[in-house]
């Protein structure tokens, strides 16, 4: 994979999410770039993140009743289409500004 994303630690305790959880997101956040929207597999997912599927799937199913992660339908090779939320990118957008700021103060 190539490309980058950046985790931001500093959102965890506001989620109650765990480090994978929060490195998990940023990868979707990455994947969805393009076109907002995550389409690789779970199998894909679980490779790129060295987890199982089983893994991918209760993760997935955990951000989305925390209200982090969404599901779209289905692609057309029939994967989900994974959507970070607005709380989620509105929280992500407070962190950039918080850091924004702080260099703006050195």
């Not at 630690?9 to 480090?19: A, K, R």
């Not at 779970?42 to 893994?55: D, F, H, N, P, Q």
């Not at 994967?79 to 050195?106: A, D, Q, W």
Request: proline content about 1%; glycine content about 4%; charged content about 35%.
């Amino acid at each position: 994979m190539r490309g980058y994303s950046r985790i931001y630690w500093e959102t965890i305790p506001s989620f109650g999410i765990t480090h994978t959880e929060a490195a998990f997101l940023a990868l979707v956040d990455s994947l969805s770039r393009n076109e907002g929207v995550c389409f690789a597999s779970k199998e894909r997912l679980a490779e790129i993140m060295g987890l199982s599927k089983v893994t991918i799937f209760k993760m997935i199913k955990k951000l989305q009743k925390m209200d982090l992660l969404e599901k779209h339908g289905y692609s057309k090779y029939k994967t989900s289409k994974l959507v970070l939320t607005e709380r989620y990118k509105e929280c992500i957008e407070e962190e950039k500004e918080k850091i924004k700021n702080m260099k703006n103060e050195h």
